[in-house]
């Protein structure tokens, strides 16, 4: 009687299906590279999913891909989840590349929109490229990886080895035939009609997609996720570097100001954290912060313009040795490093321009500030008097005789007391 019933149970445990939450259908989405903010992001979702009983997570994804690291990390969460995860490369002219690709085979369904394509999930270097024993070792393991995944989700073992062997690309119509997607939908609407009713095989019981009724609520990134994913891209990453060095060296140029130091430190902060998911190559940094040395060395040695040309060179190959990857998305955009060299070098040259023209201005302070000003004898000088000069009375003499209220300029300063003449006259 006792294995009667232990055949019962196993049968009601693993034939009769299981339903899924009764919550509503969430729905996130993935738009532009995959990076640790995204998995974060996913990770969240998932989990407060499985929490709240929800009846399906939902994500709409359009990624070139992203880093190996992140992207397993989205995968276990997918394979943790305690709720139906489905991956929809959407709209029309989205696509599922390369780590996107392995999340989109991960999921428990991968539905794709026409129009849309995925694959193309051959690993890339970042930073210093990699000799071929590495590179082979490096594309094995992630062919071994996505097999795994291919089998442990039913779909074309061939095809997911093919995607990253020879970095091949699939339409929305040939994933399909191919088994590595399990349907196509035009839209959302379409695509949650199609679901409604499935069942699914997750880890052994079967679960039936119930999700007629369910609300869809959309769960897009918070405020923190948004500012820290928008600071991963190259181009943010690189503007908040320049900022952070031109506000550090302003500060150490002139000491006390506080502002410009406090921007700086801040910018350079959060470059620093946008760096951990870039491929930076730490000698473009270097020559960047050569640049702006030799900047501030032109102030303060005036070169003749050569050191701001060194600072210009420095900057322009600094800036393209910054961020170094084949993959468009990892780079700085060539528009970006144009205006910020050519914003940076005017204001070197204008800082120099300004330190030129303070050297050759005629002294306002002091001793010296006063050869050539002019003034007004207060009395008679034969030869000592007092003389107006500049909104102060002072001692005066001169080598000649001078009347009250004639106009007199200042020839020499010895101690507190001005040698004199009368005004429009030369010694």
């Known amino acids: 009687m006792p294995k009667i019933i232990l055949v019962l149970s196993l049968f009601m445990l693993y034939v009769v299906p299981a339903f899924a939450g009764t919550g509503p259908i969430r729905v996130v989405g993935v738009n532009g590279p995959i990076n640790p903010v995204t998995a974060d992001y996913l990770d969240r979702n998932l989990k407060e999913a499985g929490q709240l009983g929800d009846r399906l997570v939902l994500i709409e994804m359009d990624t070139p891909g992203g880093l190996d690291s992140a992207m397993r990390d989205i995968v276990k969460a997918i394979f943790a989840s305690q709720v139906p995860v489905v991956v929809y490369v959407a709209p029309s002219g989205a696509r599922a590349a390369s780590a996107g690709a392995v999340i989109g085979l991960a999921a428990d369904i991968c539905a794709m ?49 093919k995607m990253v062997r020879e970095s091949t690309s699939f339409a929305a119509e040939k994933a399909l035939e191919g088994r590595l997607i399990d349907l196509i939908a035009a839209d959302r609407t379409e695509l949650l009609q199609k679901l409604d009713g499935r069942q699914l095989d997750r880890d052994g019981k079967k679960v039936t997609l119930q999700l007629a009724g369910g609300a869809v609520v959309i769960h897009e990134m918070g405020v923190r996720q948004r ?97 170094e990857s084949p993959e468009p998305y990892l780079r700085v955009s060539w528009n970006v490093i144009l205006v910020t060299v050519v914003l940076t070098s005017a204001f070197a040259v204008f800082a120099v321009t300004m330190a030129v023209r303070a050297h050759r201005r005629k002294p306002t302070t002091g001793q010296e500030g006063l050869l050539g000003e002019e003034g007004e ?41 001005l040698k004199v003449r009368k005004a429009g006259t030369r010694e």
């Open 113 to 161: 929109a026409p129009g849309t394509n995925i694959g193309a999930a051959h690993p890339v270097a970042i930073g210093e490229k990699m000799d071929k024993v590495m590179e082979a070792k490096v594309v094995n393991d992630a062919e071994a990886y996505l097999e795994g995944i291919a089998q442990k989700r039913g779909r074309n073992v061939a095809l997911a080895r």
């Open 227 to 323: 500012i820290l994913n928008t600071i991963s891209n190259p181009n943010v990453a690189y503007v908040l570097m320049m900022l952070g060095f031109l506000g550090l060296f302003f500060e150490l140029s002139n000491p006390g100001v506080i502002l410009p130091g406090v921007i700086g430190g801040i910018s350079l902060i959060l470059a620093f954290f946008a760096f951990q998911t870039l491929p930076v190559n730490y000698a473009g940094v270097l020559l960047i912060l050569l640049a702006l040395v030799l900047f501030i060395a032109e102030i303060k040695i005036v070169s003749h313009g050569m050191l701001t040309v060194g600072g210009v060179v420095a900057m322009v190959l600094g800036s393209l040795m910054l961020f």
């Open 377 to 417: 004898a207060d009395s008679d000088l034969m030869p000592g008097g007092k003389v107006f000069v500049r909104g102060e009375y002072w001692d005066a003499w001169s080598e000649e005789r001078i009347a009250k209220g004639e106009r007199v300029a200042v020839i020499a300063v010895e101690g507190m007391r």
